[in-house]
């Protein structure tokens, strides 16, 4: 006779499940909680400091109406705030996830952006600063990830198959590999090889992600 058919059986010495106890569930969840919150926090703090740092800049100095005030403060807070909410809710996991990751992206961007203008203002410019070139990098994987991954993984998560779930990893490379190579900083005038060639790269992992939209 199976246990089920017998009913509940005390077994001396045998402790409830953790869901049945519900100090035990809380503790598993609050260092998940603790996490998200804290990367929320450290995304709206780190595009606060930057905003500080850079809002006093003239926005018609930077090349192609880009400035990083303008595309970055307002998509790191609400993009890690809401990430941070969303991830709570089990069919929200996946995008909610790719939000959070791509605001605290973009408020790091913003932090290098103003550490890199509060430098150049005391010591003047420095060809190859590290803060510059660390703020391309966090600004390029903000924009390719949330060109490439986000729309893949939107409204709540699921692919339209397995085979989307190598091309979300495809997508996902393709955004991080140019981004890297723009860093690397190709020997042209003005950029211009640099930014066709991560705008081709992030334009094909773009691609997929409309056909997986497409195709749902």
């Known amino acids: 006779m199976t246990a089920f058919r017998l009913g509940r059986v005390a077994v001396p010495g045998a402790t409830a499940p953790p869901l049945a106890n519900p100090a035990v569930a809380s503790r598993s969840r609050s ?16 595009a606060a400091v930057g905003w500080v740092l850079f809002a006093d800049t003239d926005p018609t100095l930077w090349w192609g109406d880009f400035w990083p005030v303008r595309q970055l403060l307002a998509p790191a807070i609400a993009f890690s705030i809401g990430g941070a909410v969303l991830i709570g809710y089990r069919k929200a996991r996946w995008p909610a996830a790719a939000l959070l990751i791509c605001g605290l992206l973009a ?3 913003l932090l290098f952006a103003g550490l890199w203008w509060d430098r150049t203002l005391k010591h003047g410019f420095l060809e190859g600063n590290p ?12 924009i390719g990830l949330s060109l490439a991954v986000l ?3 939107y409204p709540d998560g699921p692919l339209p198959g397995r085979l989307w779930k190598v091309l979300l ?5 393709l955004a991080v590999v140019a981004t890297l190579r723009y860093a690397h900083n190709f020997a042209t005038i003005d950029d ?5 060639f991560w705008s081709t790269v992030v334009g094909l992992a773009e691609l997929i992600a409309l056909a997986s939209l497409f195709v749902r």
């Open 107 to 109: 408020g790091i961007a």
């Open 31 to 46: 260092p998940a909680l603790a996490v998200r919150i804290g990367l929320a926090g450290v995304a709206a703090v780190s």
């Open 169 to 173: 990893g495809v997508a996902a490379g």
């Open 131 to 142: 803060l510059f070139i660390a703020n391309g990098v966090a600004t390029g994987l903000f």
């Open 192 to 196: 211009q090889v640099e930014w066709y």
């Open 151 to 153: 729309p893949q993984l």
